[in-house]
C-alpha cells in the first residue's frame, strides 16, 4: 500500500514534531497552513516565529501509526498528554500510559453529543487544571478544531448533513488492512468521482458544490479555537509550539499531473501540499514558574465562574 501511494503520489517524508525542543506542544487537529497563516495574527504577534512544515501524514490514524511509536518513548516519559481526540485512545488503548507521564482524555468527560465533538473551551479547562497539578512536565495539548464539525452556530446547516458521523468516533476501530483501505479509496473515487474522508460524504459533496462556505466555516473553527489557545499561551511557561497532525483539502487535485482528481476532507496517504503542510509556530513565554501557577490559578477560577452549571464545561 506505502508502495503504491508513493509511486502515484510522493514519498511520504516529514518531521516528527513530538522529537522537536518545546515546552508545550499545542496541536490543532486538522490545520492547513497556508489558512492558518492568513488568520494566525489576529491572536499572535506579527514577529511570533512561524513556518510550515511538512507532516509525515495526512490523517491522525496515520500521524499516530508514524509519530507515536517507541522510539520516541523516552522522550514523552516526562510529559503530560491532553487529548481530545477519542481515535488515538482506540489505537493506542493502554499504551498511552506507558508512554506518558500521564494521559488526561478529555473526550471521555467532555463531549458535546449535540454537535459531536470536544469544544476549544472544554479542552482548555483542562489543560489548565492539568498544569496547575503537574507544573514540572511538558505537556501536549490536543484541540480538536478546526476539524469539522462546525462549532459556530452559523454553519449548523452544513453540520446536520452529517450530524451522527463524530459521534461514531467514541465507537471506532481503526482499520487494520491496508488493502481494505486501498479498495475504500478505489470505490470513493469510481462512485463520486474524487475522493473523501475524514469528514462526512455529505458535507464532501457539499463542499464540492460549496467550496468558498466550507471554506469560510473551517476558518470560524478556526479563529475559534486560537481564542483558547492565545489564553493558554499567556500562561503556561517557556517554549510552546502551536502546530497540527494534518491538513484539510477542500477540492485540491490528487496529482496535478497523472491524477487531475479532487480531494476533500483528510484521506490518509494522500501527499498534497493542503493536507501535508502544516503549521510550525513558536511563542516563548518567560513568566517564572511560580507566577504561571498563579495565573492559570486565577483563570480557572474565572472560566469556572462564567460557564452555566450543568454546561458543557
Known sequence: ??????????????????????????????????????????????DAKFKCITSSASSTIEFVRKNFDDNIKEKLKDTVF?????????????????????????????WDSKIGTVRPEATYYVALKTYVRNPDRRMIIWFLQPHYPFINRKFNHINALGREFMNKALLYNAPTSNLLVLVKMVKSLLRKGYLCAGIPDK??????????????????????????????????PGKIVITSD???????????????????????????????????????NNIPRYEAIRKASRHLIHFSTTQTKGGDV
Open 82 to 110: 491532553v487529548n481530545s481526540n477519542p481515535v488515538i485512545d482506540h489505537m493506542l488503548g493502554a499504551r498511552l500510559k506507558a508512554l506518558f507521564y500521564k494521559y488526561t482524555p478529555v473526550w471521555r468527560n467532555y
Open 203 to 236: 458535507v464532501c459533496e457539499y463542499a464540492h458544490r460549496t467550496p468558498s462556505e466550507a471554506i469560510k466555516a473551517y476558518i470560524a473553527n478556526l479563529l475559534s479555537v486560537l481564542y483558547y489557545v492565545k489564553k493558554l499561551t499567556e500562561v503556561l
Open 1 to 46: 500500500m506505502d508502495a503504491i501511494t508513493t509511486i502515484l503520489l510522493g514519498s511520504n517524508g516529514g518531521v516528527n514534531v513530538l522529537s522537536f525542543d518545546w515546552s508545550h506542544l499545542i496541536v490543532l487537529d486538522a490545520c492547513r497552513c497556508d489558512i492558518f497563516k492568513h488568520v494566525y495574527k489576529e491572536y499572535f504577534p506579527s
Open 246 to 284: 494534518h491538513g484539510e483539502a477542500f477540492g485540491e487535485p490528487l496529482n496535478k499531473l497523472a491524477l487531475p482528481l479532487r480531494v476533500y476532507g483528510h484521506p490518509s496517504r494522500i501527499r498534497v501540499s493542503s493536507l501535508t503542510l502544516v503549521p510550525y509556530l513558536i511563542v516563548e
